[in-house]
């Protein structure tokens, strides 16, 4: 009887300790959605270059177990994303960070407006969901003609990735702690 009280007092320790850790790293398996343009997708970075997997190994290095997917499109707009909003963003996620900057631009480019609606539009979505939105203007602040940028003056360099994944590491973390 002994025995069995000191091993259900190191499981109910285990447990406690296990929670804690839950607490202090926000979650267990959470899932991120990084939503946008070509800036997210990557454009002319590999894969594993493009912030959405660098943050996914940021999170990870600071004890987070979470999977970043990685939903950009080059060429698209807010309408484009709004229409996948749903195939994009599966049940599940937590936290979808959203590119308020390509999408608009492309439209424009596109002779479509800015398309300030439908960027409203996805945020009430995914706020209707219960999904935290971290708007994100994806590279803006870096400047054009900086380290950070490829020669075509607006798509990011693996630095620039980099950068952005570490400037939004804060957020993303606050999120995943409510």
């Given at each position: 009887m002994e025995l069995n009280m000191i091993s259900n007092g190191r499981l109910f320790f285990a447990g406690w300790l296990f929670a804690v850790v839950l607490g202090v790293t926000g979650t267990a398996n959470a899932q991120i959605v990084a939503l946008g343009a070509s800036n997210v997708a990557g454009r002319g970075v590999s894969s594993s270059e493009a912030f959405?997997?660098?943050?996914?190994?940021?999170?990870?290095?600071?004890?987070?177990?979470v999977n970043v997917t990685n939903a950009g499109i080059s060429?698209?707009?807010?309408?484009?994303m709004l229409a996948r909003l749903g195939s994009a963003v599966p049940d599940g996620t937590k936290v979808v960070i959203l590119d308020t900057s390509g999408g608009t631009f492309n439209a424009r480019r596109k002779n479509l407006g800015d398309q300030t609606a439908e960027l409203a539009a996805i945020s009430a979505r995914l706020r209707a969901r219960g999904?935290?939105?971290?708007?994100?203007?994806?590279?803006?602040?870096?400047?054009r003609g900086s380290e950070y940028r490829?020669?075509?003056?607006?798509?990011?360099t693996p630095a620039g990735h980099a950068r952005v994944a570490a400037q939004?590491?804060?957020?993303?973390?606050?999120?995943?702690?409510h």
């Open positions: 959405p997997a660098q943050l996914e190994r940021m999170l990870a290095a600071k004890g987070y177990n060429g698209d707009t807010n309408e484009g999904i935290k939105v971290i708007p994100s203007q994806t590279g803006r602040e870096l400047g490829q020669v075509d003056g607006l798509h990011l939004l590491l804060p957020a993303v973390i606050q999120s995943l702690r």
